[in-house]
């Protein structure tokens, strides 16, 4: 018997007949999306506020312990992908491991929650969160999730990302002198030119 979880994925789940070119589109969200995430992040870093990126890697750190939470949870909750008992339909190829909970909707969902809380970057927060709803669906639709799985992401990193306003203060008084240095010192070596990739003391 169907429980409410497999319905609500029957549901999500791509039609017999479902348009080719929205399967493309799902295809691309559910896959490569993630990918412009850390991209944005170096963006924020190089030409954002100089005094936010103590708050960008705090974002990232907390989008790693996310990650390393879901492989915890993954330890003692176990639940096979939807073609892995041959429910639904399967239309991107992936390797038959543990469904619960969803590393794409964690990561980016986090990252998304943490530039928002941590004020890193609220615009560009709220559009991550956008962006990881699309994701969630996306492997919904193509199979690959259960709704279960992108609820329990979302809860995740919800949490991480109240994390991230924690380590705001323990990243600037540890981590930011040295990063701040360090990425100084290799524009500088590299020649980049301070007018394409400004300096710390250039910009206030």
Do not use: C
């Not at 969200?29 to 005094?51: E, H, N, T």
């Not at 669906?137 to 991480?160: C, E, K, T």
Request: hydrophobic share 60%; aromatic share 10%.
């Amino acid at each position: 018997m169907l429980t409410i979880n497999n319905h609500v994925f029957l549901f999500i789940n791509a039609a017999a007949g479902a348009s080719p070119a929205v399967v493309s589109v799902a295809a691309f969200v559910a896959s490569r999306l993630i990918d412009l995430i850390p991209v944005l992040l170096v963006v924020l870093w190089v030409w954002g506020k100089p005094a936010r990126r103590a708050d960008l890697v705090a974002s990232a750190i907390a989008a790693a312990l996310a990650l390393g939470a879901n492989q915890l949870v993954g330890l003692f909750w176990y639940e096979p992908r939807p073609f892995m008992i041959g429910l639904g339909r399967t239309l991107m190829a992936h390797v038959p491991e543990n469904s619960f909970p969803s590393d794409h909707t964690t990561f980016i969902l986090t990252v998304g929650f943490a530039l928002v809380v941590t004020r890193a970057a609220r615009t560009w927060g709220t559009v991550v969160i956008a962006l990881g709803v699309l994701v969630a669906w996306a492997r919904i639709y193509l199979g690959l999730h259960f709704p279960l799985d992108v609820v329990a992401s979302a809860l995740i990193a919800g949490l991480f990302g109240a994390v991230a306003a924690l380590l705001v203060t323990p990243v600037g008084r540890w981590l930011m002198p040295v990063a701040d240095r360090t990425y100084e010192v290799a524009l500088d070596a590299l020649r980049l030119p301070s007018r394409f990739f400004p300096r710390r003391q250039n910009r206030g």
